[in-house]
T-cell receptor, first 112, second 114 residues
């Protein structure tokens, strides 16, 4: 797929273990953050979002943590499955909300 | 299936040529975004339209232009193509152009410039 060729940091995780993907953002004015998953040959797909007035939000098997003090965002995936293998992007939106700025991405490889 | 349709899926052309990429947003979505994904730069925001009007501009080259039509579909025009323009071009749509909310991405148009 197209995203396979990206020169990205890679996280290898054993099936069933938890994964933690980290993201640093630069714009202190950003007030909305999203994690996207991009599988090979597909477009980015929404996973979970969080507003800046929160520091934690949970979804199904995923948790996003936001630390505004150090401008850090993380995505935790519980009980990682083979289908979780993909490239994960964090994205931030500024107060004007006119564009979503994406981070560089992290490739997650799940080992059986 | 995100509901966003992009055509063509693959396009191969030569340097100096011009191509048009087409995007149909999800039904009801008023805002369309274009992103470029190349090997060494990840997802780069190009431009956004909301209900036919340009709303925000990113790192879009002067050789590139876009528009959103009354039926809300959008086209991205790439001219005087260079080898470095080879990339995946994604279109995304959302209901609103300003409120926080997820973007729904199409499957992308893969452009190869030879």
């Amino acid at each position: 797929g197209e995203s396979v060729g990206l020169h990205l940091p890679t996280l290898s995780v054993q099936e069933g273990d938890n994964s933690i993907i980290n993201c640093a953002y630069s714009n202190s004015a950003s007030d909305y953050f999203i994690w996207y998953k991009q599988e090979s040959g597909k477009g980015p797909q929404f996973i979970i979002d969080i507003r800046s007035n929160m520091d934690k939000r949970q979804g199904q098997r995923v948790t996003v943590l936001l630390n505004k003090t150090v401008k850090h965002l993380s995505l935790q995936i519980a009980a990682t499955q083979p289908g979780d293998s993909a490239v994960y992007f964090c994205a931030e939106k500024d107060l004007a909300g006119n564009k979503l700025t994406f981070g560089g991405g992290t490739r997650v490889l799940v080992k059986p | 299936d995100s509901g966003v349709t992009q055509t063509p899926k693959h396009l191969i052309t030569a340097t100096g040529q011009r191509v048009t990429l087409r995007c149909s947003p999800r039904s009801g979505d008023l805002s369309v975004y274009w992103y470029q994904q190349s090997l060494d730069q990840g997802l780069q925001f190009l431009i956004q339209y909301y209900n036919g009007e340009e709303r925000a501009k990113g790192n879009i080259l002067e050789r590139f232009s876009a528009q959103q039509f009354p039926d809300l579909h959008s086209e991205l025009n790439l001219s005087s193509l260079e080898l470095g323009d080879s990339a995946l071009y994604f279109c995304a749509s959302s209901l609103s152009g300003t409120k926080a909310g997820e973007l729904f991405f199409g499957e992308g148009s893969r452009l190869t410039v030879l």
